[in-house]
């Protein structure tokens, strides 16, 4: 497992905002103000390889709490992210609370146990209905008391909309180290949200170039910007290029990647 963090000592948590996000690929988290959002420490623990069941993830969890002792202190808010593709999008207008599982079946392999939840996403009129690593939930719950959490992909939708100004289709891919979500927006306005799970460089170009054919996208006119888990040496990024001309990063404009040795559009769930 390595870790990768800035240095600096946190004195005080005071008004401060303790924001974790995890995966099957690791954990990190970040210390931000209460009031003006701005971001005063960030860590990173990846793991060596995915791991396989929830049970792993959460020794793993349990091992990073033992060892760093920010996560000890006492925050004002905690905040919790699951990053996982066990969700799907459903439009408010069709939307019924006691229908939750029959949502997800259709798209994942879910359990009579899994616990099965949802988050509002104002800003498209729609809930993000998503199954939690409930175990790791406890967890947290028995280090923090209570917190709010929400999906990863509800994060990301929120910030792209917020953010995005263009007025025609422009798509967002980011990345992961073994899957992406692909976001179309055309301004305020979500086309498509989805992930997928890639091992080659020809499976990540595949997606997106399946999602520019069926969105009628021209591969010589519309913007593409990545954020996450990717490089200008990545030979992700080298075929996307190949095949698509508009290619940009959207980086972050938190200070603290002054202190980071990290791009500034990566990490973009916590840092974007």
Known sequence: MKKSSNNISLKNTDNKILSIQFSLDGFSFCVSDLFSKEISYF?????????????????????????????????????VIHQNSLNTLIPDAY?????????????????????????????????NVYVPYVNINNYLFQNFGEF???HHTTILLEKLIQKNEI??????????????DIVVLENK?????????????EDFIYYILFVAEQLQLN??????????????ESEIYKIVYTYIKNVFFLESSQ???????????????LLG
């Open 43 to 79: 860590a990173n623990y990846t793991f060596d390889e995915t791991v396989n069941s929830l049970e792993d993830l959460l020794e793993k969890i349990k091992t990073i709490f033992n060892e760093d002792p920010i996560l000890h202190y006492e925050f004002s808010e905690v905040f």
């Open 95 to 127: 939307f019924d609370e006691d229908s939750l599982n029959s949502y997800l079946e259709l798209n994942i392999k879910t359990l009579q146990t899994d616990l099965i939840t949802f988050d509002t996403i104002a800003e498209i009129e729609a809930k």
């Open 148 to 150: 709010e959490y929400k």
């Open 167 to 180: 007025e025609e289709k422009v798509m967002f891919v980011n990345v992961f180290k073994n899957t992406f």
């Open 189 to 201: 306005k979500l086309i498509l949200s989805n992930s997928f799970s890639y091992q080659t460089k």
């Open 219 to 232: 591969n010589e006119e519309f913007k593409l910007y990545f954020t996450g888990e990717i490089t200008f």
């Open 255 to 269: 200070p603290i990647f002054k202190e980071l040795d990290a791009e500034k559009h990566s990490n973009s769930i």
